[in-house]
């Protein structure tokens, strides 16, 4: 079992920066892919950046690649994602997830465990 809370959201604004934090515990924290996706109200959830268990590999939507940055430690138990020239359509609750894929995925139902969300709201 692993457990996963995120951790630096809150409200900025157009053009600003926040940090995003993502700390997994458990047995077997260190052995997955780790990733973020986001949902806005009335919205999908959706993908947003992915990271394998190596931290060699990383994967962004185009909505965000060249103003996000994932990353991971040392450990391997803690995922950043640096959010650099906010806009209010970044607005919505960020999820950070973890996946026994190890390269990372894309895709959300690859997915086994979730944190509670975090809320980012970028105004105009």
């Known amino acids: 079992q692993v457990q996963v809370v995120e951790s630096g959201g809150g409200l900025v604004q157009a053009g600003g920066s926040l940090r995003l934090s993502c700390a997994a515990s458990g047995r077997t924290a260190r052995r997955y892919g780790m990733g973020w996706f986001r949902q806005a109200p009335g919205k999908e959830r959706e993908f947003v950046a992915a990271?394998?268990?190596?931290?060699?590999?990383?994967y962004y939507a185009d909505s965000v690649n060249g103003r996000f940055t994932i990353s991971r430690d040392v450990a391997k138990t803690t995922v950043s994602l640096q959010m650099n020239s906010l806009k209010p359509e970044d607005t919505a609750v960020y999820y950070c997830?973890?996946?026994?894929?190890?390269?990372?995925?894309?895709?959300?139902?690859?997915?086994?465990?979730w944190g509670q969300g975090t809320q980012v709201t970028v105004s105009s």
């Open positions: 990271i394998s268990w190596s931290g060699g590999s990383t």
């Open positions: 997830a973890a996946s026994t894929l190890l390269a990372g995925t894309k895709n959300e139902y690859e997915y086994d465990y």
